[in-house]
């Protein structure tokens, strides 16, 4: 994806992320705990960016293809699909990867789309923000540290307890007021498409989104 005016990843930011040191689960510790879970009621709607000509949902990564994604599994266990709470989080968990962006182009977005989807069954998602930080046993840089070797040992750990929850919420990257899940496969059914726009289509929304990242369309 080209995003005009992004930094190189050599930048100020990423390299600060680089330096976050997160260990690997204390998989004695986690075993021996109720892992803390905030519970997203039915009927809530979390929203997906993706690319108009595949699928709303894609729990990657695809058969083949290694681990690239902040929660992927280490060797295809199981599958990962993103959303987030709004247009906002799900916009700036796929185009703020690298900043800073300035500007956007027309193109890339005319390849997106936002899909809302519905929860039809309360979902046990895993909290990586708040007290339960501690619980587990690391920090918030969970949710930030580049590379991702080690943030995919956490998902396999977390998805593997006992308490069989359905992903993990955490905070976004580049916009931390924002709220991100990490859907594991196991509750691919609990989710039904609503409604996907092209990006590009809802004026009002995609001028709100961009206004709130300083982030112009070129």
């Known amino acids: 994806m080209k995003l005009l005016g992004a930094s190189s990843p050599s930048s100020a930011s990423t390299a600060a992320e680089r330096r976050v040191t997160i260990l690997p689960p204390d998989m004695a510790r986690l075993t021996a705990i109720t892992l803390p879970v905030n519970i997203v009621p039915v009927a809530h709607r979390l929203v997906r960016c ?16 290694p681990p690239s994604f902040r929660f992927h599994s280490p060797a295809h266990q199981f599958g990962v699909c993103y959303l987030a709470d709004t247009a906002f989080g799900a916009f700036a968990e ?28 309360p979902l046990r998602l895993v909290d990586l ?4 930080l501690a619980q587990l046993g690391t920090t918030a840089g969970l949710a930030t ?9 956490w998902s396999l750990a977390l998805w593997q307890h006992a308490d069989a929850v359905d ?29 996907t726009t092209p990006a590009l289509a809802n004026h009002a929304r ?3 989104i ?7 369309l070129l």
């Open 129 to 132: 923000h708040g007290p339960g």
């Open 167 to 195: 992903g993990l919420q955490y905070r976004c990257r580049h916009d931390s007021d924002e709220m991100a899940t990490a859907l594991f496969d196991r509750a691919q059914r609990a989710l039904k498409v609503e409604e």
């Open 210 to 216: 961009l206004q709130r990242h300083r982030v112009s």
């Open 206 to 208: 995609l001028a709100a």
């Open 94 to 121: 796929t185009f703020l990867r690298d900043v800073p962006v300035r500007g956007i182009s027309m193109v890339e977005l005319g390849a997106r789309s936002f899909t809302e989807v519905a929860v039809q069954r």
């Open 50 to 65: 993706h690319r108009t000509n595949s699928k709303p949902l894609v729990f990657g990564p695809a058969p083949g293809d």
């Open 145 to 153: 540290v580049l590379p991702c070797d080690v943030t995919w040992l």
